[in-house]
C-alpha cells in the first residue's frame, strides 16, 4: 500500500520554532474545485530562506513551504482536469475580493498570499491546490526543466517592463532570476545585447558555462535597462549611473536601501524605475512555452537536484552548495 492511500506523506515541515524537519503530514483529500498533485520536482527560491529565517508570510503550522512545484494530477474533483496529467501549479494564492483580483489582475492581489504560505506547498510528496492553479505541461518538455516555469513567469512579467526600443540589458546579479532573465532575454528580444554582473567570482564561472556574459565588474558602459535581481546597499543606484538617457530601471529584488536618487536627476535623464512582482496567469502559459521551444537553453539552470534530507540540510542553511537554480526531488514510496 503506498503512503498516499494510508493518507500519510513525507514532508519537509517548518516548525514554530523555525527549526526544520523531515516529518510526514496528513495526505488532505481534494475537495469541490481542489486537485490532489503527486509532486515531482519544486524548486528552491531565495524567499524560502528568507521565511525559515523569520517566520514572515506563514500562516499555519508546521508550515510545508514550495511554490515552484510540478507534478502530476493523482485526484481531481474538478470535471475539467484529468488524472495523470502533468502540470505546473501557479504558486499565486489571490484573495478574489478585492478590487484587483475582480478586474483580473490576480498578480497585484491586495492581499495576495503564495502557496506554501497560507496552506501546504510543494516541499512534500503530495499537494492539494485549487484546479484553477494547473497549468498543463507540453509534452515534449520534461517536468525537471518545466519545474523553472514559475521563477520564468516572474521573469517573464519583469521583461514586459523593457523599453520596446532598448538593444542594450545590464541585470545585476547571477542568481536563478538573473540568469533567467539573462536567457529570456535573448530567447524573446532578438538582438538585445545582455550581459549579468555578478560580484562572486565562482557564480561569474557558472552563469558563463550557460553561454551567458557575465562580469565581476560592470565596464561602466551606458545601457537603456537595468533589471536590479541583486538588491544589496544601494544597487538601485548603481544601476542608475550607468542608464542611458530615457532608460528603465526594473528592481525585481526586494532590496532593502533607500534610494539616493534626486528626483531631479529622474526628470532631466528621462528615466523610469519600475517595481516589478509576481507574474500573472498568462506568463505561466508563455514560460511553458519559451521551456518548450528551447529546453537546452534552460536546463543547465538546474544544477542540484536534491531529495528531502539534502534540501532540508540546505534550507536551514547548515550546507552551502555551489550551483544556479536548486531543485527538491520526493522521492515516492
Ligand atoms: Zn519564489
Ligand atoms: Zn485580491
Redesign the pocket.
Request: aromatic letters at 8%; one cysteine or more.
Given at each position: 500500500m503506498t503512503s498516499v492511500a494510508m493518507g500519510q506523506m513525507r514532508a519537509i515541515l517548518l516548525g514554530r520554532d523555525l527549526k526544520l524537519s523531515l516529518g510526514t503530514a496528513e495526505v488532505r483529500r481534494p475537495e469541490a474545485g481542489e486537485v490532489l498533485v503527486r509532486v515531482e520536482y519544486c524548486?528552491i527560491?531565495?524567499?524560502?530562506r528568507h521565511a525559515i529565517a523569520s517566520g514572515d508570510w506563514i500562516e499555519y503550522w508546521p508550515a510545508i513551504l514550495g511554490?515552484?512545484a510540478v507534478g502530476v494530477v493523482e485526484e481531481s474533483v474538478d470535471p475539467a482536469i484529468r488524472i495523470g496529467e502533468r502540470v505546473v501549479i501557479d504558486?499565486r494564492r489571490p484573495c478574489e475580493q478585492c478590487a484587483l483580483c475582480r478586474r483580473g489582475a490576480r498578480g497585484l492581489c491586495e492581499s495576495l498570499t503564495?502557496m506554501g504560505e497560507s496552506a501546504p506547498g510543494g516541499y512534500a510528496e503530495y499537494v492539494v491546490v485549487p484546479s484553477w492553479t494547473l497549468h498543463r505541461i507540453p509534452d515534449r518538455l520534461q517536468s525537471e526543466v518545466a519545474v523553472l516555469a514559475?521563477?520564468l513567469a516572474?521573469v517573464d512579467s519583469t521583461l514586459d517592463h523593457l523599453p520596446a526600443t532598448a538593444g542594450t540589458v545590464r541585470i545585476l546579479g547571477g542568481g536563478p532570476i538573473g540568469v533567467l532573465a539573462a536567457l529570456r532575454v535573448a530567447q524573446r528580444f532578438a538582438g538585445v545585447e545582455v550581459e549579468i554582473v555578478e560580484v562572486v567570482p565562482e557564480r561569474v564561472g557558472l552563469v558563463r558555462q550557460l553561454s551567458v556574459d557575465a562580469v565581476q565588474h560592470s565596464s561602466g558602459s551606458r545601457v537603456d535597462a537595468v533589471i536590479d535581481a541583486a538588491g544589496y546597499v544601494r544597487s538601485v543606484d548603481d544601476a542608475f549611473a550607468g542608464l542611458t538617457n530615457g532608460g528603465t530601471v526594473i528592481a525585481i529584488a526586494l532590496g532593502e536601501s533607500e534610494l539616493q536618487l534626486p528626483v531631479r536627476e529622474l526628470v532631466e535623464h528621462g528615466w523610469s524605475l519600475v517595481g516589478s512582482i509576481g507574474f500573472e496567469a498568462v506568463h505561466l502559459d508563455r514560460s511553458l512555452a519559451a521551456l518548450a521551444e528551447a529546453p537546452e537553453t534552460y536546463r543547465g539552470v538546474v544544477t542540484e537536484i536534491m531529495d528531502f534530507a539534502v534540501a532540508r540540510d540546505f534550507l536551514a542553511g547548515r550546507t552551502t552548495l555551489p550551483g544556479v537554480k536548486m531543485v527538491v526531488k520526493p522521492s515516492h514510496v
Open positions: 524548486g527560491c531565495g524567499s524560502d511554490h515552484e504558486s503564495w514559475e521563477p516572474v
